[in-house]
């Protein structure tokens, strides 16, 4: 499993990151499998959210539950959750009052004493920084939080928060696959007259990223869409998966790990953010952290995917 560095965060971190927003209604022995399995193939990294679940912290809750960590197991996963949105509404508050008081209750159902990292999820239009800022120094000094992030944030949203903000901003989850690459199929195409593909949508994100060590950790990795279904195996992208087939044979891979390995394969050094509670799914895809496509092989699959290479 290739690992990467990332700023105050003691473990180093797998490029493939196990999303745990679907586990509240599997039972105990689903939850330590898919955590088991996550663990045997590498992952120490594990994803959450405060409005995961059917209730507030529901799926915290219900890894807790199930994993019952030990202070020392503990020690040995990165955990990281977001906070920022309110379901009642649903709208988003990333005021002081609603981002501590959400850690609080992400330490209460994790049953842990700090979170390894916290990620603002999704933008909040009446964002203050400076109670961004306030609630950011509160959680490091009490040491709740080590590392902070956002989630689903342009570079502009980013360079708002940093002006403010005296904690690093590590990572920015966003949502990226084969067939949803507004990120990198922009930069591709870029000024091509009458061409979709080059209008910006992204703002130069995935380059801002890199250029001040944000890590980008792609959601998603697997849907054709916005949560319209999965792109692998489905007669919808008859040549992309002719591809992935083939370059799954010749790897001798699952299919899942050749997209992965499209993600991964890119120098910008991403984590690949699975949403999959399918244990054969997580050992598959994990196949891919380190499969060494050639440029030849990832041009070819986002040419497949339906994008231009001028």
């Not at 971190?13 to 193939?41: C, F, H, W, Y």
Request: with cysteine; proline share 6%; glycine share 6%.
């Amino acid at each position: 499993m290739k690992t990467i560095d990332m700023p105050d965060v003691r473990l180093p971190a797998p490029n493939i990151v196990q999303g745990l927003m679907r586990i509240q209604e599997k039972t105990d022995d689903e939850v330590r499998e898919l955590v088991r399995t996550a663990r045997e193939s590498g992952i120490t990294f594990l994803d959450h959210a405060d409005v995961y679940g059917a209730e507030l912290h529901g799926c915290e809750r219900r890894f807790a539950e199930a994993t019952q960590l030990t202070p020392s197991e503990r020690e040995e996963w990165t955990l990281q959750t977001k906070a920022g949105i309110v379901r009642e509404g649903p709208y988003f508050d990333f005021s002081r009052e609603h981002l501590v008081s959400s850690v609080e209750g992400s330490l209460e159902a994790l049953d842990t004493d700090y979170i390894d990292i916290l990620l603002l999820h999704r933008p909040d239009a009446l964002v203050e920084p400076e109670e961004v800022a306030a609630a950011f120094d509160e959680l490091k000094s009490s040491g709740k939080v080590r590392a902070f992030g956002v989630s689903n944030h342009t570079p502009r949203q980013i360079d708002l928060l940093r002006k403010y903000v005296d904690e690093p901003i590590i990572a920015n989850q966003v949502q990226l696959s084969i067939t949803h690459a507004p990120l990198i199929a922009q930069g591709v195409a870029a000024n091509m007259q009458n061409l979709d593909q080059s209008v910006s949508r992204d703002d130069g994100l995935l380059d801002y990223c890199r250029l001040h060590d944000i890590t980008v950790q792609a959601w998603s990795p697997f849907q054709a869409g916005f949560f319209d279904g999965p792109f692998l195996g489905s007669d919808r992208y008859p040549e992309l998966n002719a591809v992935v087939d083939r370059l799954a044979a010749a790897y001798d891979v699952p299919p899942i790990a050749i997209a992965t390995a499209w993600i991964t394969r890119h120098p910008a050094d991403m984590q690949v953010v699975l949403g999959t509670t399918s244990p054969e799914r997580v050992a598959g895809a994990a196949q891919g952290s380190e499969i060494p496509l050639t440029r030849a092989e990832w041009y070819e699959l986002t040419r497949a995917a339906g994008y231009t290479i001028p």
